[in-house]
């Protein structure tokens, strides 16, 4: 029988992160008078334990013993050999894939979403706010306060909320409240649906609500948790790839290409970052970040410095971005719909050692179709971008008769998204080209911000 599956035992599971600030040099955030936040500033948002590791520039970090505990439930995650689909395209490349899939909300979130509840509690916290795109990153934190007794609310992004019924009621079925965004319960909210009461939504603008509803209370007992973008999320998500190099070890393997798709880019950090770290310290290797050419905040966005939420209440980061009152279209791909990028993530696009890709709905959808047809798994919409990346790779790799080894982040399945196929299926999915004239616009509202510096860390 052929090999499909490398496994890790219980005993394998990396026990520290890797934190990619040990590394590289970055911009720092800047407070409302364009001077270095600090973390005394950041304390009514998140709990001092965060915000420590927020700014810890320490290469390898801990993870905590009752962290692991609950991870375990389905880490260490599965490195599956993608035999069927190379078959398919008769490839010479060896196609890997790290499925995020097994874990208990269906990604690779509550990688995340559980230290990030651990480190709540620890410190007094008993409620957290946060948003939610496609509905992935609500119910991972979801999922973690049940496991840790907190109480937890989610902004769910309107048209998302509309189209993915069930992932309100998995919120729900573990304990947490969800409302659409833009909503009445706040102030941005508020403003918002009063000047256009139509909005689909957008993750910038249920990020101003999460962050106004945990700085508003109180009590001093709520505090505001987010999903991707910061540097903390990519840290907890480098599990991922600590991972993925054990089980290549294994079999003797090293990629030459990693690729991951990336929304507000954690789980493309998750995967690629201890890759990044070999490739700083001379290994080669192509690393792909894949984004919707419907918002190509890394392919098109500037480097500039702009607040991660459409009301501007978070500080400005220095990141690619389309301007914070950037509202995407409403495609399908909802965890993928944000303006910005994660700064980690854009520093080392200027530093050239990632290379962005964006591709259409189109070819994204025809790839997840393949995949599911070939390896079985219905992937979600946001990872077929990254199946689209690799679909390329392996027909160039074929025609050049290389035997590339392509290594991806097959972040999420897509059980609750069906909604999306059944709009493919129907001939209803169109690719959206992104205007120009975008580009001019989120130029304009970036120009008042100060500029980041264009570092380079060697
Ligand atoms: C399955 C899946 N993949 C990818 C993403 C994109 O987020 P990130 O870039 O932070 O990994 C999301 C976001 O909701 C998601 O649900």
């Given at each position: 029988?052929?090999?499909?599956?490398?496994?890790?035992?219980?005993?394998?599971?990396?026990?520290?992160?890797?934190?990619?600030?040990?590394?590289?040099?970055?911009?720092?955030?800047?407070g409302?008078?364009?001077?270095?936040?600090?973390?005394?500033?950041?304390?009514?948002?998140?709990?001092?334990?965060?915000?420590?590791?927020?700014?810890?520039?320490?290469?390898?970090?801990?993870?905590?013993?009752?962290?692991?505990?609950?991870?375990?439930?389905?880490?260490?995650?599965?490195?599956?050999?993608a035999?069927?689909?190379?078959?398919?395209?008769?490839?010479?490349?060896?196609?890997?894939?790290?499925?995020?899939?097994?874990?208990?909300?269906?990604?690779h979130?509550?990688?995340?979403?559980v230290?990030?509840?651990?480190?709540?509690?620890?410190?007094?916290?008993?409620?957290?706010?946060?948003?939610?795109?496609?509905?992935?990153?609500?119910?991972?934190?979801?999922?973690?306060?049940?496991?840790f007794?907190?109480?937890?609310?989610?902004?769910?992004?309107?048209?998302?909320?509309?189209?993915?019924?069930?992932r309100?009621?998995?919120?729900?079925?573990?304990?947490?409240?969800?409302?659409?965004?833009?909503?009445?319960?706040?102030?941005?909210?508020?403003?918002?649906?009063?000047?256009?009461?139509?909005?689909?939504?957008?993750?910038?603008?249920?990020?101003?609500?999460?962050?106004?509803?945990?700085?508003?209370?109180?009590?001093?007992?709520?505090?505001?948790?987010?999903?991707?973008?910061?540097?903390?999320?990519m840290?907890?998500?480098?599990?991922?790839?600590?991972?993925?190099?054990?089980?290549?070890?294994k079999?003797?393997?090293?990629?030459?290409?990693?690729?991951?798709?990336?929304?507000?880019?954690?789980?493309?950090?998750?995967?690629?970052?201890?890759?990044?770290?070999?490739?700083?310290?001379?290994?080669?290797?192509?690393i792909?970040?894949?984004?919707?050419?419907?918002?190509?905040?890394?392919?098109?966005?500037?480097?500039?410095?702009?607040?991660?939420?459409?009301a501007?209440?978070?500080?400005?980061?220095?990141?690619?971005?389309?301007?914070?009152?950037f509202?995407?279209?409403?495609?399908?791909?909802?965890?993928?719909?944000?303006?910005?990028?994660?700064?980690?993530?854009?520093?080392?696009?200027v530093?050239?050692?990632?290379?962005p890709?964006?591709y259409?709905?189109?070819?994204?959808?025809?790839?997840?179709?393949?995949?599911?047809?070939?390896?079985?798994?219905?992937?979600?919409?946001?990872?077929?971008?990254?199946?689209?990346?690799?679909?390329?790779?392996?027909?160039?790799?074929?025609?050049?008769?290389?035997?590339?080894?392509?290594?991806?982040?097959w972040?999420?399945?897509?059980?609750?998204?069906?909604?999306?196929?059944?709009k493919?299926?129907?001939?209803?999915?169109?690719?959206?080209?992104?205007?120009a004239?975008?580009?001019?616009?989120?130029?304009?509202?970036?120009?008042?911000?100060?500029?980041?510096?264009?570092?380079?860390?060697?």
């Amino acid at each position: 029988m052929e090999r499909k599956k490398v496994l890790l035992s219980e005993d394998e599971i990396p026990r520290q992160w890797y934190n990619v600030l040990a590394d590289i040099k970055m911009n720092p955030p800047l407070g409302p008078d364009g001077k270095p936040v600090s973390p005394d500033m950041l304390a009514p948002v998140f709990p001092m334990n965060i915000i420590e590791q927020e700014v810890s520039s320490q290469r390898w970090i801990d993870i905590p013993e009752e962290v692991l505990g609950i991870l375990t439930i389905w880490r260490p995650s599965p490195l599956i050999r993608a035999t069927a689909l190379e078959k398919a395209l008769g490839t010479p490349a060896r196609i890997y894939y790290k499925y995020e899939g097994v874990s208990p909300p269906g990604s690779h979130k509550p990688n995340t979403a559980v230290p990030q509840a651990y480190y709540n509690k620890k410190f007094g916290i008993q409620r957290l706010t946060t948003e939610t795109g496609a509905g992935q990153w609500g119910s991972a934190l979801a999922f973690a306060c049940s496991q840790f007794g907190l109480e937890c609310k989610v902004f769910m992004v309107r048209i998302s909320f509309d189209q993915k019924p069930y992932r309100k009621t998995m919120m729900q079925t573990w304990g947490a409240s969800c409302v659409a965004s833009p909503s009445m319960e706040t102030k941005a909210g508020r403003d918002i649906l009063a000047k256009t009461p139509d909005t689909p939504g957008s993750l910038g603008i249920a990020i101003s609500e999460a962050v106004e509803a945990a700085v508003s209370d109180s009590s001093g007992k709520t505090r505001y948790s987010l999903g991707s973008v910061l540097n903390h999320v990519m840290l907890h998500q480098t599990i991922i790839g600590l991972e993925a190099k054990k089980q290549l070890e294994k079999i003797g393997e090293y990629p030459d290409v990693v690729v991951g798709c990336a929304g507000g880019g954690s789980n493309f950090a998750g995967l690629a970052f201890p890759f990044v770290y070999d490739k700083i310290n001379g290994k080669k290797i192509d690393i792909h970040p894949v984004e919707p050419a419907a918002c190509p905040t890394l392919t098109k966005g500037p480097f500039a410095y702009d607040h991660g939420d459409t009301a501007g209440y978070t500080p400005l980061l220095a990141m690619h971005s389309l301007g914070h009152t950037f509202v995407p279209p409403p495609m399908h791909a909802g965890g993928l719909r944000y303006h910005g990028m994660a700064p980690t993530v854009s520093q080392l696009v200027v530093e050239g050692l990632l290379e962005p890709k964006a591709y259409g709905q189109m070819d994204t959808f025809e790839a997840g179709m393949l995949l599911a047809r070939t390896e079985g798994v219905i992937p979600a919409p946001e990872t077929n971008h990254a199946l689209a990346c690799v679909v390329d790779l392996a027909r160039k790799a074929k025609e050049e008769g290389k035997q590339k080894v392509i290594l991806f982040n097959w972040s999420g399945h897509g059980l609750i998204d069906l909604g999306s196929y059944e709009k493919y299926l129907s001939g209803q999915i169109k690719d959206f080209e992104f205007p120009a004239k975008d580009i001019e616009e989120a130029e304009k509202i970036l120009q008042k911000y100060p500029k980041p510096q264009i570092m380079k860390s060697r």
